[in-house]
């Protein structure tokens, strides 16, 4: 009996150790993401880079020309400078010495460049708005808190235009620690001159766009919730833009 439940509290001492160093906000996130995050940048500009085959080739020829015209020029000069034979020296200048020499040269370049973009991103962090640390739940539960509350406040006041936007602009804090009209943009769906016909919430800076949702709210009717990118196309279903013209950006957003 001892041992299982010894066996249980570890096992359990675990999971805990584990969402509080791993999952956002944990200590870890941080020095994982230094280290590892840089695999999803690369997807990101594999997905991004469109090849042009005549760059390609004009690089890959201009590479052997300048390795080729390299390894001659050394060997050229090697001979020269070399005035008696020696047993620890090759004949002729090898190619290896060429390619490391290369080697070493770009990877002197990208150190610097490195130490760079690294100056560069510290600074932009420290100077930066957004919090350091950020949960995408917390993210995801404050705007579905902040599209509830509003709601109820519209019902209040029988969805009252102008009521109800002094109510949006009036409310506290979200639960992400910034005020609401901060951290979300409303888009006013006019019925009439005095009535509201909906409502659309959209995160104004969103941390995790794969898991951002925007939120719509219309009297009598549940919240529903829609990826960031499906926003035309909900706009569109209220008559706002056009859904069949992809390159029609959205109008602008009301305050």
């Known amino acids: 009996m001892k041992r299982s439940s010894l066996r249980v509290a570890a096992i359990i001492l675990a999971v805990v150790l584990f969402f509080f160093l791993m999952v956002a906000p944990g200590l870890l996130v ?37 390795l080729a015209g390299s390894q001659f020029f050394l060997r050229w000069l090697y001979a020269g400078l070399k005035s008696k034979p020696e047993n620890n020296w090759p004949s002729q200048w090898p190619w290896k010495w060429t390619l490391c020499s290369f080697a070493m040269l770009i990877c002197a370049l990208l150190a610097v460049c490195c130490v760079v973009l690294t100056t ?47 109510s949006f602009w009036q409310a506290g804090s979200t639960r992400i620690g910034r005020p609401v ?9 006019e019925k009439d001159d005095h009535t509201l016909r909906a409502i659309i919430l959209i995160p104004r800076r969103p941390m995790f766009h794969p898991t951002t949702r925007l939120v719509v709210i219309q009297p009598g009717a549940d919240l529903a919730t829609h990826n960031l990118n499906e926003l035309p196309q909900v706009l569109a279903s209220f008559g706002i833009g056009n859904r069949t013209d992809s390159s029609n950006r959205p109008p602008a957003l009301l305050p």
């Open 30 to 66: 941080a020095p994982i993401t230094l280290f590892f995050g840089w695999w999803a940048s690369l997807g990101r500009l594999w997905k991004a880079w469109h090849s042009n085959s005549n760059a390609v080739w004009l690089f890959l020829s201009a590479l052997v020309v300048l």
């Open 181 to 189: 009209w901060e951290a979300i943009q409303p888009v006013w769906i």
């Open 120 to 166: 560069h991103q510290m600074y932009w962090i420290s100077k930066s708005p957004d919090p350091l640390f950020a949960d995408p739940f917390r993210e995801k539960w404050s705007i579905l808190y902040a599209a509830k509350t509003l709601q109820n406040d519209a019902e209040e006041r029988h969805w009252d235009s102008a009521k109800t936007r002094a």
